[in-house]
């Protein structure tokens, strides 16, 4: 068999992104053969995928891709085990590729993307595999979602949260050179205030009932309260369930850039300004390995490991 070149093992280790061993030891097992070789790392990142699977990937990245027209747009979590593989370069790239195969094909699932082709000779999964032999963490792709219609989005701390608005407005309101800067202005809103309705039309009746039960009885078991009439603590209730508005409904709270008004107000000024109708219709937020468990490392065990001690 010929002798495996330095040149072999650098090509494949450029066209793998694997170890400079790793690479040598496929060629050399592949008999120089350089499809070959790549078949083997892909076998073997199976088997290092396979293991890696069932360690914590809470990290990772939230990122937003739109199509050419600007009226739909997709949004994915795809987490990792670090915050230093979510800055890869070829992570990024890889999470950048998913929207666009997202975008161009409408997957609903995670299981129907992962069946998708992601090249001229791989599947999703089966790049996704590769990729976790490349970077050697566990990579996951958790979930993603597609919007259309008169959008605006916001990616805060470079893909630890991910926010899209979709408006409704007509097209005197969408023309207006001002309509961008407005619903940028509302992406950072949510981002920052994290509400969890659009207005007290979305509150569902049972959360406003429960609401005011919690209220009921914080209010009827402070003692200072105990001799006032029913109708009092029932305004008292009220006056508690605006604040929850104020708090929970994007229209309802207070514009962080003037606070002054609410958000609401501010999106029926701009209206009036623009000269047409503006409803904010629904938002979509991502936050990066939120309800995951994340990994703690023991550094005493850690020690206890290297030095050889139970």
Do not use: W
Not at 183 to 194: D, E, F, G, H, R
Not at 282 to 305: H, I, N, T
């Amino acid at each position: 068999m010929a002798a495996i070149t330095a040149k072999q093992v650098s090509d494949l280790r450029a066209k793998t992104g694997c170890g400079m061993m790793d690479c040598k030891k496929a060629l050399v097992e592949a008999n120089g053969d350089f499809d070959e070789a790549i078949k083997l790392l892909r076998e073997k990142g199976l088997a290092v995928a396979a293991k890696k699977a069932d360690r914590i990937a809470a990290e990772g990245l939230v990122d937003i891709e739109f199509n050419e027209a600007g009226d739909k747009a997709a949004m994915i979590e795809v987490n990792c085990e670090t915050d230093f593989v979510a800055k890869n370069a070829s992570f990024q790239a890889f999470v950048k590729d998913l929207l666009k195969i997202i975008l161009a094909n409408g997957p609903k699932t995670v299981e129907e993307l992962n069946g998708m082709k992601y090249n001229d000779t791989m599947t999703v999964e089966q790049a996704l595999k590769d990729k976790v032999f490349q970077i050697g963490e566990n990579i996951s792709i958790r979930r993603f979602l597609t919007v259309e219609g008169t959008l605006s989005s916001y990616i805060h701390g470079k893909g630890t949260m991910g926010v899209i608005i979709k408006f409704q407005a007509d097209d005197a309101a969408k023309n207006n050179p001002g309509f961008a800067e407005m619903a940028k202005n509302i992406a950072l809103q949510n981002a920052a205030m994290t509400p969890t309705y659009v207005d007290k039309d979305s509150v569902p009746a049972s959360v406003i009932d429960e609401e005011k039960e919690v209220l009921m009885a914080q209010i009827k078991n402070d003692e200072s309260n105990a001799n006032k009439p029913q109708q009092i603590i029932e305004k008292m209730v009220n006056g508690r369930i605006g604040k929850f508005y104020e708090q929970n409904c994007l229209t309802e709270q207070s514009y962080v850039k003037d606070d002054k008004m609410t958000v609401g107000q501010y999106v029926a000024a701009c209206a009036k300004e623009f000269g047409g109708s503006i409803k904010i219709d629904s938002f979509y937020r991502y936050e990066r390995g939120e309800g995951l468990q994340k990994r703690e490392d023991d550094l005493a065990a850690e020690v206890a490991k290297l030095t050889g001690q139970k």
